[in-house]
């Protein structure tokens, strides 16, 4: 099953899910998270841009670099003041969005396993995974 056909089958599920008692609200619902999906994806399409920026990857070189040097400098391995600069590298680079992606990615996961495993009475289990997803979106680990 692709990507769309996914977000779809979960998009007529929360439809179902709100249809039988106001299609209104699973309208508005429907709405409100394409609203959220397309905030997301401009966010990534911006980080997708300044990953392609040479300027980026310039100034996390020079920011590994140091890291590196000075790892060097306390007299670490090769290896560990290389895998220094590169962990420096990567934590200069800041994609939010990407998390945040990710994150409600995640969640639907677990809300779909959710709908599955209350299908088969598992209730409590159920309502632990809806719990889950409500955590990650709100930006919490679990």
Do not use: H
Request: proline content about 1%; hydrophobic content about 45%; charged content about 30%.
């Amino acid at each position: 099953m692709s990507t769309n056909d996914e977000r779809l089958a979960a998009d007529v599920a929360l439809f179902r899910k709100y249809g039988g008692s106001d299609k209104a609200c699973a309208i508005s619902e429907l709405e409100k998270q394409l609203r959220v999906r397309d905030e997301a994806l401009e966010v990534l399409a911006n980080e997708n841009a300044m990953l392609s920026d040479a300027k980026t990857w310039i100034q996390a070189s020079e920011i590994g670099s140091k890291a590196a040097e000075k790892a060097d400098l306390s007299g670490a391995a090769e290896n560990d003041a290389l895998l220094a600069g590169m962990n420096a590298i990567i934590d200069s680079i800041k994609t939010p969005g990407t998390k945040l992606y990710l994150r409600c990615v995640r969640a639907e996961g677990l809300e779909l396993a959710a709908e599955e495993v209350a299908r088969a009475g598992l209730d409590m289990f159920a309502r632990e995974l809806r719990q889950k997803a409500e955590q990650l979106r709100a930006g919490e680990d679990y």
